[in-house]
């Protein structure tokens, strides 16, 4: 069985973008890229949306407003997701003998003190991020139908509602 991965962004893009060095094999970035925008994108945009997006990337006929969306939104999210996470995945790997902490020639990991403090900050600049793409979709909901509705069913994601609700009547 053989499938074709999808990516709101590539990981020549995430290496060219960040400080991931570019001799860092694209196999160990891509399931993390699916990883962030499965979990941590589609939750903004909800199914219908971040379908849409999936399929226009995938026929090379991204919309201009999708191309705003992900240029000015979704991607400083996402690189910032994918650097949380690549931040442990890169010093371990899992091989035949079991997981073994990464070190090449004059490296040396960083402390998992160091590790959690540098993910953490990656987390926080992705949250904002996404947080900003929310206001956005919320400010231009008229421009994308897909985002007020995703559509029906239980497998449905409908798009995060950052609105406070409570159960008390004043």
């Known amino acids: 069985m053989s499938f074709e991965i ?4 590539t990981p020549s893009f995430i290496k060219a973008n960040t400080i991931i060095h570019s001799n860092t094999d694209d196999n160990l970035l ?3 890229i ?3 925008q499965n979990l941590f994108v589609e939750p903004i945009l909800g199914s219908g949306l971040f379908d849409e997006i999936l399929a226009q990337i995938k026929a090379d006929t991204l ?3 999708n191309i705003t969306l ?3 939104y ?3 999210a996402m690189m910032n997701w994918v650097l949380a996470r690549y931040v442990r995945q890169g010093t371990y790997k899992i091989t035949n003998k079991g997981s073994v902490v990464m070190s090449g020639d004059n490296a040396t990991p ?21 947080t900003r793409a929310t206001l956005y979709l919320m400010e231009n909901e008229t421009d994308y139908p897909l985002y007020i509705n995703p559509g029906e069913g239980c497998d449905v994601i409908k798009p995060n509602d950052d609105s406070y ?3 008390f009547i004043l």
Not at 6 to 9: A, H, K, Q, V
Not at 110 to 130: C, D, F, H, R, V
């Open 34 to 36: 699916r990883d962030c």
């Open 30 to 32: 891509v399931p993390i």
């Open 6 to 9: 999808t990516l709101i962004l």
């Open 63 to 65: 919309t201009a407003l």
């Open 74 to 76: 979704l991607a400083d």
């Open 110 to 130: 960083g402390s998992k003190s160091e590790l959690i403090e540098l993910q953490q900050t990656y987390l926080n600049n992705a949250e904002e991020y996404g």
């Open 70 to 72: 992900i240029d000015d």
């Open 165 to 167: 609700e409570t159960g």
